[in-house]
Each structure stands twice: as structure tokens, then as C-alpha cells.
């Protein structure tokens, strides 16, 4: 199998298990009348902020298992924007495997510019 049929099946994946999780997470809120202390009324209105910034991931595997549809939810979006993550970071190991040092360098700094956005720069803008 080729490399980038690979980096496809990977992307397809992420796609489908992100569709899967949202839509397993918005079933769950209709079936329950809510989520996470939130009715489907409070969910549903647009002044009231349910996102992701107020669940931790601790908090988010812990819904799972309890079956709360907003945490499979967010799941889902997680894994949606961890997809091209993954891709970039598989480009970066196939540059270093062909040895094309340019394009593996080019690729880390834009894995490493990524990081840096999901990681480092949130808790700089919380302050």
C-alpha cells in the first residue's frame, strides 16, 4: 500500500469516527433531555455557552462512560481537528523516512506551529 492511500484511509477514518461520535452524542442528548447538567432546551439556546472549554478532558472520558451525549459530542470535535494533526504528522515521519530533509523540516515546523496553537497558546490568552 502507498503512502498517501494510507494518509487517506487515516483521514477517512477521522472523518467517519468524528460523524460517529457526534451524531452517537446529539442521539444521546435527545434521548436523555439533556446532557452534563443541561436540559435540551438550555442546550439548544443560543445565548447559553456549552462548549468545550468547560468540560476537562478528565471530565470529557469520564461523561463518556457515562453515557452524557455533550461529552461524545466533543469527542467528536476533538477527534474532527485532531484528524489533520495526525496527517501532518505523518507527512513529517514520511519526509524523514525518503530522507527529504527540506520538506521534513518544513512539515515539523508546521506540526510544531500546531502544537504550539493547541496547546501553549489558550492558557497565554487565558491570562
Known sequence: MEINDTISYVLITG???SLLFVVAGVALIFANNGSN???LGEIANGHVVVGQSMFSAAEISQGIFALQGADFV???LIVLI???VVRV???VLVFAYERNR???AITLI???DLM???FIVPGLLAH
Open 15 to 17: 472523518v467517519v469516527a
Open 74 to 76: 466533543l469527542l467528536g
Open 102 to 104: 527540506l520538506y521534513a
Open 82 to 84: 485532531a484528524t489533520p
Open 89 to 91: 504528522l505523518m507527512s
Open 116 to 118: 504550539v496553537a493547541v
Open 110 to 112: 508546521v506540526f510544531v
Open 37 to 39: 447538567g443541561f436540559t
